[in-house]
């Protein structure tokens, strides 16, 4: 069968694929089940413009090198295809590629492979896409869940250690167990969206998916792409959002994946003062390639696409933008101005904004990104990168650094922990405790805290506490909700039986009490981007180790009062200023007995007195819990 005929490729195809402008190449690349003159088989297309021979091989040709060799059609695309009659879905295969460079041979598997073998074997797998949704519902009102004043409070996931099964709890669950226990589970947390870090295939399963070959493919590990689409299904269902970790940064150097792909550096710059990244010994796309470009935009609109995706979450983004990051001088190669900026990946990701933007206007992506870099979160047009929200790094590590401290000396460091809000408002910032703080020796959080075990937990609680009422999105990693006291192992399960425990099932609770509080109060999230959202009542108070102000939404009724008390000493009589006559609630406190506190309480009507403090007219008289935070609302008439 004479393969120069068939083709899924145009003219436009292969000139916008040339133009870094190709946002659907998995329709024109890879492996595609077709008929031809009513011959069931299989197309290929690879690219690989600097080989001299390319083949097909796989266990319908005993893997042989000679048996099905590709045509180079498109000239000067250095596209090859072939069709090969009565290959179908399940065959494994990969491209046996000589390069014009010295004879280079090599058998790589295939960069748009949506399914590959499970690892450690590195065969690609031809397969269908077919599948039927059930989310309509979801995908048609999600609109209404995006935006400035939503709540966004999302659950990061690592899917092989979340829960495991069998005797010995050493089994996987599959995305179908997943699809069972998770969606219910986020629901009943009350946990708007699940991120879950990459499961793009990946050869090695301690890199967490972040060393990825399989940029079009759910990891086998867990089951088919079929399965793994009935999990989003699932979650949507539940009204859940999904999150991919997606992750162009940087990919690996195994023999199959996309290194030195056609005996020369493709995908990677050639130079490794640019191509090779020393932190993760591993290689950095070539992003002033307009093929590369179109690739991984290819990629990231087919996870929105085909597997109906709420959001990408890009990883180590600053890595990206600079040219020198984690090199010291003379490992690195300025830009054209002699700076330290990578310009094409600056581009590519404005690229990358535009496109899901244009396609995709109802998803969210969110940026790593741990510097200073500006405008990060604003539109392109102005200038900025084009994402909706950065993680808010400096938050992080300010708020964990200031936790950690034993109380008798936080008053020392008060500014530590109210930093955040001389810059909250630069940026559309997503606030983080990710699974980079339980990991590499760091502990769980519960360790991070100082004191006994019930000082632990009553600081821990302040912590959420304290994220949940600053302004911006929340984001936990799994565990963190019911204060796991080991640190995360991605081939270990969660210990989930520390919930029968008070403090840990108390903890929980807590968590989700705060979900719905989040959720419920329009003062903790209708600004939670901009300034009008927040006001100091008092941030001076370091002698007390306390620190409160207000959340205010569009109605003044709606406004809440957060006072926080980061000492395990009780305070009587504390007063903090307000506006207006009338009186009080509690309407939230850490130490209630039901979060295993102490069960020190503001209860029934706080009445607002005409003695002023903190530059408001009058002020009410509060008593704080240890280690507490306490959350008012002034009562309706």
């Keep these: 069968m004479e393969s120069s005929h068939i083709t899924r490729l145009t003219d436009f195809d292969v000139h916008l694929f040339n133009e870094g402008k190709h946002y659907n190449l998995y329709d024109k690349l890879g492996s595609h089940l077709m008929n031809h003159d009513g011959v069931e088989g299989t197309y290929f297309a690879v690219w690989a413009p600097n080989a001299e021979k390319v083949t097909v091989i796989g266990d319908f040709n005993e893997w042989n090198r000679e048996a099905n060799p590709m045509l180079s059609r498109w000239n000067g695309s250095g596209i090859w295809e072939l069709f090969i009659p009565h290959v179908g879905k399940g065959a494994r295969y990969k491209y046996f590629i000589r390069s014009q460079n010295q004879g280079y041979e090599a058998e790589k598997g295939d960069p748009f492979a949506i399914h590959w073998e499970v690892p450690p074997l590195t065969a690609s797998i031809v ?88 940029y079009f493919a759910p990891t086998s590990r867990y089951g088919s792409p079929q399965d793994f689409k009935y999990l989003i299904d699932r979650l949507h269902e539940e009204g859940i959002g999904v999150i991919l970790d997606w992750v162009p940064s940087h990919f690996p150097n195994d023999l199959h994946g996309l290194h030195y792909f056609d005996g020369t550096h493709l995908f990677e710059h050639a130079d490794p003062r640019q191509g090779y990244h020393p932190d993760w010994s591993s290689y950095i796309f070539n992003y002033g390639r307009n093929e590369v470009r179109s690739f991984l935009l290819s990629s990231a609109l087919y996870w929105l696409k085909e597997y109906h995706t709420d959001g990408l979450r890009v990883d180590a983004v600053a890595s990206m933008l600079y040219l020198d990051y984690s090199r010291k001088e003379g490992e690195w190669i300025p830009n054209q101005f002699g700076g330290r900026e990578n310009i094409e990946a600056i581009n590519f990701l404005r690229d990358f904004n535009n496109a899901v933007d244009a396609e995709f206007p109802d998803v969210s992506t969110i940026a790593e990104e741990s510097t200073a870099w500006p405008m990060v979160s604003r539109p392109t047009q102005i200038g900025g990168l084009g994402f909706e929200m950065k993680w808010m790094m400096g938050w992080m590590h300010d708020t964990l650094d200031y936790m950690s401290k034993d109380p008798i000396y936080r008053s020392h460091h008060q500014g530590e922990i109210t930093f955040s809000l001389m810059y909250a408002f630069t940026e559309n910032f997503m606030l983080p405790l990710s699974h980079d703080e339980v990991v590499h020796g760091k502990g769980p959080l519960i360790d991070k805290m100082p ?121 009587e009589n504390y007063r903090i200023g307000v506006p207006k006559k009338g009186f009080m609630k509690e309407v939230f406190n850490t130490d209630d007995l039901e979060f295993n506190g102490s069960g020190v309480l503001n209860s029934g009507s706080l009445e607002t007195l005409p003695i002023p403090a903190h530059g408001r007219e009058r002020s009410v008289n509060l008593k704080l819990p240890p280690l507490g935070a306490i959350f008012l609302k002034y009562e309706e008439n």
């Design 127 to 214: 397969w269908d896409r077919d599948y039927q949704w059930n989310d309509g519902k979801w995908l048609e009102e999600r609109k209404n869940y995006k935006g400035d004043d939503q709540p966004m409070s999302v659950y990061e996931v690592h899917i092989g250690s979340w829960k495991r099964k069998g005797e010995d709890g050493k089994e996987f669950m599959s995305y179908r167990d997943l699809a069972e226990e998770l969606p219910g589970y986020l629901k009943w947390m009350g946990f708007t969206h699940v991120e879950f870090l990459p499961i793009t295939e990946h050869p090695f399963y301690g890199s967490w998916g972040y060393q990825c070959t399989g």
């Design 451 to 571: 004191g006994d075990e019930w000082q632990k937990f009553a600081n821990l609680r302040i912590l959420y506490a304290y994220m949940y009422a600053h302004p911006g999105t929340k984001l936990l990693f799994m565990g963190g909700e019911f204060g796991q006291t080991r640190e995360w192992k991605h081939d270990q399960s969660l210990d989930w039986h520390l919930n029968e425990f008070a403090p840990h099932g108390s903890l929980q609770w807590m968590v989700k009490k705060l979900n719905e509080f989040y959720r419920s109060e329009p003062a903790f999230h209708e600004f939670q981007f901009q300034h009008e959202g927040f006001e100091w009542i008092d941030i001076n108070d370091w002698q007390n180790s306390v620190i409160s102000f207000v959340r205010k939404g569009h109605q003044e009724q709606n406004n809440v009062y957060v006072v926080i008390n980061f000492t395990p000493t009780v305070k």
